[in-house]
């Protein structure tokens, strides 16, 4: 359903360093369910990306730095990409005629059990933002999928800490909530009143750090969140971190994260380790999964993602793991130079098998 001019409007923004396929995906889904606008600032250059969804309708292309970081910054790139995110998207916040404005990565996919904008017109003026809560994408098979987004949905399991070692034993370390990745949600974030929007939550201006904005989370609104679109794409992302040198005080990953970070570089070397890796973080036995769906922890939705991403871009989209890898090698030719010099990192291994 399109959005009418009575309604409020609402877009979502992403700072994105991926293989095109992700990105266009990432905005068909998103014109798909109803966003007005989506604006795509490329961290670095992808002229492949850019061609694909340049001449998209709604679709704004951006670059990380094109304004020469005027807002706040000094004139200097943030040297996180945390920062060049929350850049990103307080300039979009700022200059957007958008009512209200999402938040989330390349990998995290809205999703809708009535219009968004129907729930929009009813939130009070006394809400500045809304919390989508996370439905994180598991696997119950080892066998790659028909496309990249196949698979189950876990959800944020609040008796973990009690409960969670017996249930998955030593693979417990990995998760945080019953989740593998982050359990903070995204914010839809209400325009014109000069907030900044930090990676979770909406900030009451540039300079704070506090979430103390008034909110609820949304009861119509949800986001799918891919951690990683194949085993070889969520290694990467684990060793990109082990290896990735800040300044300045770290970035506070909670203890299951920073146990999947050292694990991946200490299994580097090993394709198969590191596929072990990847299959106790993120694979379900079948009677986990029984006991979790019993629990209305895990979920399996239909999911349109790979047929709007077709009817946008007909056959100039491969979303086969296998494809979508290939193109991976290709977009992170120098992390993995790096990681080989590093590890005697090959991931020709990890390759999906279709």
């Not at 979430?211 to 085993?231: I, V």
């Amino acid at each position: 359903m399109t959005q009418s001019e009575e309604m409020p409007r609402w877009g979502v923004v992403a700072t994105v360093d991926e293989p095109a396929a992700l990105v266009a995906a990432y905005v068909a889904h998103h014109r798909a369910i109803g966003a007005s606008e989506v604006h795509v600032f490329f961290d670095r250059p992808n002229p492949e990306a850019e061609a694909l969804i340049g001449g998209v309708d709604g679709v704004f292309v951006h670059h990380s730095g094109e304004d020469g970081w005027a807002r706040g910054w000094r004139n200097k790139r943030p040297a996180r990409h945390q920062g060049r995110q929350k850049y990103n998207a307080t300039r979009t916040l700022a200059e957007t005629d958008l009512d209200w404005l999402i938040h989330c990565d390349a990998d995290e996919f809205v999703s809708l059990a009535r219009p968004l904008e129907w729930e929009l017109a009813k939130t009070g003026e006394q809400k500045a933002w809304l919390r989508l809560e996370v439905d994180e994408r598991c696997y119950l098979s080892k066998a790659p999928g028909a496309d990249i987004f196949a698979g189950a949905f876990r959800r944020r399991w609040d008796g973990f800490a009690e409960e969670g070692l017996l249930f998955y034993g030593l693979r417990a370390r990995y998760l945080h909530k019953g989740l593998a990745g982050h359990v903070a949600g995204k914010p839809v974030v209400r325009s014109g009143r000069g907030y900044a929007i930090g990676v979770h939550f909406p900030l009451s201006h540039w300079d704070s750090t506090v979430n103390d904005l008034p909110y609820r989370p949304s009861y119509n609104a949800r986001l799918m969140h891919f951690d990683g679109l194949t085993p070889l794409h969520f290694l990467l992302k684990m060793l990109r971190r082990v290896t990735t040198k800040v300044t300045g005080q770290p970035v506070p990953y909670v203890n299951s994260r920073t146990a999947q970070f050292n694990e991946a570089a200490l299994r580097a070397e090993d394709p198969d380790e590191l596929m072990r890796l990847w299959w106790d973080v993120q694979g379900l036995r079948d009677y986990e999964a029984e006991e979790l769906v019993a629990h209305e922890l895990l979920i399996r939705p239909q999911l349109a993602i790979a047929e709007a991403t077709r009817a946008l871009f007909d056959d100039k989209v491969d979303l086969s793991p296998a494809g979508f890898d290939r193109a991976l090698i290709r977009h992170e030719a120098d992390l993995i130079g790096r990681l080989h010099d590093a590890f005697g990192f090959d991931p020709e291994p990890l390759v999906s098998s279709a």
